[in-house]
């Protein structure tokens, strides 16, 4: 285990923040790969400029006490420390030595990750601005803390109208941090989540621990019993109401009013939601919202978790499905054959052995299931010659397990111009070659965020070859 080497920050104070206190706020820590032989004193002198330094941990070998070439500077404001990440980052600090630093934004410690944070992620802010706001208004609010790339508004897919939530991309992670300080408090900014990053939610911590007992364990009978008014009857999820409407929209009601980005929280813990809304009642205080899946898989799962929720702590949700005319024996059917398909892919992806017995179903000749999805496909397209030229390359993320390779080329060959589709080994992830832009960009269009044989996939652009090479060295 290292040691590590410190000094008070600001004109020597004894004070020295706490464990707890050491990403408060975040991203206000960097890290430095330096000289073994750098001084400390150096480094304060070198990095003072950018903002109060309320520390410096110089990592050091436990018996013999040398520096190990590695640090850390906590700042008392995050865009400090993201001024001194792109401005000091490939400079020498001491005339004898040009070897240039490196200097990156810390991971928080309590994230688990020992990765140190790109850049990309740190130039991103989510706002909550009025409905009313255009991309104009945004623009013009958040333009006085630096050089905006762009601006969006999160609308309802169905309806077209702001939902009160929008984002803001900055060009350097500094200006996105002086946005997110000095911005009015109204608009609560906090950092996106990365475009690109796996589904793991780091919003709250109160979701965190949500998405843990909602998914994490099997409830026990009768989990979450409502107190005996008539709003929020009791429910028991073992109970089996055979008359009741199923459907892929449900109404969610609760004693305490709820935003839209709350409601959206609890319910995108379920895989497959299609969009949410938030209805105000002007005759009381309850919370009311409808919210939708692409498929009746996902309604179904959301009901039977998440109805009784506690949200706040103590107040428990009631969730209930909202008859839209579907015919209920058709859900059903197509809900049975897309966890059937689902768990015939997860078979050979876990046993690649089974795949050829799959594939020709043992004697009798059967084939593997159709494509299960509520999406519309293009019908299927020829292939392009394996030595045509890769026009665009795309990236593809399955949750929860990838599909078979065989499914996956069927899915993506609709869209013409296919050259090749691929699964990257023991990832959850694969590309596909497109000799042509506008198929490629037409697969995206369709077929992000949607569920096929009860697989969800993200569907994105891929860096090139020589981007990706280089991601790790975009620095300022």
């Known amino acids: 285990m290292e040691e590590a080497g410190s000094s008070a920050g600001g004109g020597g104070s004894s004070f020295r923040p706490g464990v707890d206190s050491l990403d408060e706020p975040p991203n206000s820590r960097i890290f430095l790969v330096i000289s073994k032989y750098t001084p400390e004193a150096v480094l304060r002198e070198r990095f003072s400029p950018f903002g109060e330094i309320q520390d410096i941990w ?50 928080s410690r309590s994230s688990g990750s020992h990765r140190d944070v790109e850049d990309e992620e740190l130039t991103r802010i989510f706002v909550m601005i009025p409905k009313s706001y255009t991309e104009e ?34 060009l350097k992670p500094s200006q996105a941090a002086q946005a997110i300080e000095n911005c009015d408090r109204s608009f609560r900014a906090i950092l996106a989540e990365p475009k690109n990053k796996p589904s793991e939610s780091s919003e709250q911590d109160y979701y965190n621990n949500m998405r843990q007992e909602a998914l994490g364990h099997e409830p026990r009978i009768n989990m979450f019993p409502f107190d005996q008014q008539s709003e929020f009857p009791n429910f028991d999820k073992n109970d089996n109401r055979g008359h009741e409407a199923i459907s892929k929209r449900l109404s969610v009601i609760s004693r305490v009013p709820f935003t839209e980005e709350q409601l959206f929280s609890i319910f995108d813990i379920v895989p497959g939601l299609e969009y949410c809304e938030v209805q105000r009642d002007p005759y009381s205080n309850y919370g009311h919202g409808v919210v939708q899946y692409f498929n009746v898989a996902s309604a179904i799962y959301a009901k039977y978790k998440l109805h009784g929720f506690q949200y706040p702590p103590g107040n428990r949700i009631g969730v209930s499905f909202i008859d839209d005319g579907s015919n209920a024996t058709d859900l059903l059917r197509k809900m049975a054959t897309q966890m059937v398909a689902a768990q015939l892919a997860s078979v050979v992806w876990n046993n690649p052995s089974q795949q050829q017995f799959l594939q020709f179903g043992g004697s009798s000749g059967s084939q593997l299931p159709q494509i299960q999805t509520d999406v519309i496909l293009p019908s299927c397209k020829k292939k392009a010659d394996p030595e045509t030229p890769v026009k665009e390359r795309l990236f593809i993320v399955f949750n929860p397990h990838p599909l078979p390779l065989d499914v996956l080329e069927d899915i993506f060959c609709r869209f013409g111009n296919l050259i090749e589709v691929y699964l990257v080994s023991g ?50």
């Open 427 to 476: 990832k959850n992830v694969g590309y596909a070659k497109f000799a042509d832009r506008m198929s490629a960009n037409d697969a995206i269009a369709t077929l992000h965020g949607k569920i096929l044989n009860g697989v969800r996939l993200k569907v994105m652009l891929a860096d090139s070859p020589r981007e990706e090479s280089n991601k790790r060295q975009r620095t300022y």
């Open 58 to 107: 110089v990592v050091r070998d436990k018996h013999t006490k040398e520096s190990k070439g590695i640090a850390f500077i906590k700042f008392a404001r995050s865009s400090q420390a993201c001024r001194a990440m792109e401005e000091m980052h490939g400079q020498c600090l001491e005339p004898n030595n040009t070897k240039p630093i490196k200097v990156f934004i810390a991971q």
């Open 137 to 170: 208004d945004l623009r013009e609010k958040f333009k006085v803390y630096g050089d905006i790339e762009y601006c969006s508004i999160i609308k309802n897919k169905v309806t077209g109208e702001s939902k009160g939530l929008g984002y803001v991309r900055y």
